[in-house]
């Protein structure tokens, strides 16, 4: 027979040791929660689901076709991925036994407003939930045509796994992606707006002070000048002509005939 002493110890033990084993995948599971918070910010809904109080992370998609519902239906789809497959499982079945109902003529299954989302599009996240098989995302989407739509997807961890919290980050990004905020490249866009402007400014002040400086004299050819003077003043000739004595140096717009060397003549 166990004393009471015994009974207690073992009740004590046994306590503890649930505790423990209660207390660490909680920990490992918080852990995840906020780590997948923290990448895909939770967006809040209205109550019944017609508009977005506080927006979150925009999700793009980057897998075809994830099924989803209508707000109006009283419960969204729910998804799957796993092995690297999207998957709408019995609610896909559930989708085309609507359409192939009312194609043999039978009344078909209750109707759901239904959409497909496919690479590209993109949508909110209003919950996430860390479960002991995988995790599982709710997804919120903007009207489309006066409809607003959602679905569950739940990435399912490998049977008999435990992937660490990178792994499991990784998982969900292969399947969705955040968008990046375009506040900082447009910010760096009005920058060199602004850099340019100033640039265009400076240029407009230069051209404006040369302006208003005076205007130079042109030079003057005077009688007598030597050849290295004149071609100091105005620059090489774009022909010159040899006539004996005679230099005739051939501008644009004039002639200078140099005689023994120094200006005779200006035309």
Partial sequence: MFSRRAILESIVAGTVLFSCLALSPRSSGQGLQKALESKYAITKTTADKTDI?????VLILEKDRLLMYATTTGAPPQNTYKDGKLSAGAFAAHEKAQSFGTFIG???PKSVTTRYYVTGEKFWVTRIDTLPDGVVFTLFTDAVSDIRYYCTLKF????GATPGDDQVL????????VQQDDSAPADNKGQQQAAAGGQDQGQQQQAAQQDAQPAQP??????????????GMIGQPEKKIVLGSK????????KVTFIGGKVADVQ
């Fill in 53 to 57: 109080v506080t927006a979150g992370s």
């Fill in 106 to 108: 039978h009344p078909p």
């Fill in 156 to 159: 399912v961890y490998p049977h």
């Fill in 170 to 177: 990784n998982m969900v990004g292969e399947v969705l992606k």
């Fill in 218 to 231: 042109p030079p003057t050819i005077q009688m007598g000048q030597t050849e290295d003077e004149v071609v």
């Fill in 247 to 254: 230099e005739i140096f051939v501008y644009k717009d004039i």
